[in-house]
C-alpha cells in the first residue's frame, strides 16, 4: 500500500474553513491511483487564525484523512529535524513536500535553504532508503512580485533546489521536480498573495500529479473539478 505524507508550510497546513490542496490531491487519488493508498502523518489539525496556532479542525469538508507534516510559519529548516522521525513512524514511501518561502522570508538564504532540503532528503532516506519525494519550487507570491530582491532569491534557490533533485535522485529513492501550478496568478489563485484560494488548491494538487503521472506513470492528468 502507498503511504503519502504531506509536508508543508502554512499553504499546505491551510487554515480554518479550508479544504486545503491535500485534500484536493486526496479526492484526484482516489479516482485515478488504482491501488490501495494511505495519507499519513503525526498532524491533523489546521490553523486558527484567531488562535494564532493549529487548533483547529473545520475542514471545509472533513470527511478525508487529515494526517500531514505541515505547520505554518515553517520551512526546510524546521522539517528536516522532523522528517526521519515521522517516516520511520508512519512507513511514508512517497513525500509531497512544498516548502521554502517562509525559510528565505525569515530565516536563511537560499544555499542555505538548499543545503537544509538535502538534508531532509537525507534523513528521509535514512529512515527509509526506499523513499520517493516529489518537490516543489517556491510559487509566485506576493513579496516575490514587490520586492526584487527577494525575488532573485527565490529564483535562486528554485534553481539549487533543481539541482539537488538532479544530483540526487535515484532508481532505489527517486525524486521528481514539480513544475511550478500552470498559470497561477497570485490575484486569482491565492486570498491574500499567497496561501490558495479554491483554484489555488486544485492548481496545487495538479503540479503533483501531473509532474507524477508524467514521470512515473502514477495516476492519472488532474481533472480539476
Known sequence: MLRLLFVGDSMTIGSAGEHTWRYRMWQHLRTSYGAPFKIVGPRTALYDKAADAPVSYEYADPDFPQEHLAGWGEGWLHMAPLIGETVRATRADLLLVSLGLIDLGFYTDAEKTAANARTFIAEA???????????????????????????????????????????????????????????????????????????????????????????????APYAQG
Request: charged share 20%; glycine share 4%; hydrophobic share 45%.
Open 125 to 219: 532516506r535514512a529512515a527509509n532508503p526506499d523513499v520517493a519525494a516529489v518537490l516543489l519550487p517556491v510559487i509566485p507570491n506576493t513579496r516575490a512580485q514587490d520586492d526584487p530582491g527577494f525575488a532573485l532569491e527565490v529564483a535562486r534557490f528554485n534553481e539549487l533546489l533543481a539541482k539537488a533533485v538532479a544530483d540526487l535522485d535515484t532508481d532505489r529513492s527517486p525524486l521528481l521536480l514539480a513544475s511550478p501550478p500552470a498559470a497561477y496568478e497570485i490575484h486569482h489563485d491565492t486570498y491574500d498573495g499567497t496561501h490558495p484560494n479554491t483554484s489555488g488548491e486544485h492548481k496545487l494538487a495538479a503540479a503533483f500529479a501531473d509532474a507524477m503521472h508524467q514521470a512515473w506513470e502514477l495516476g
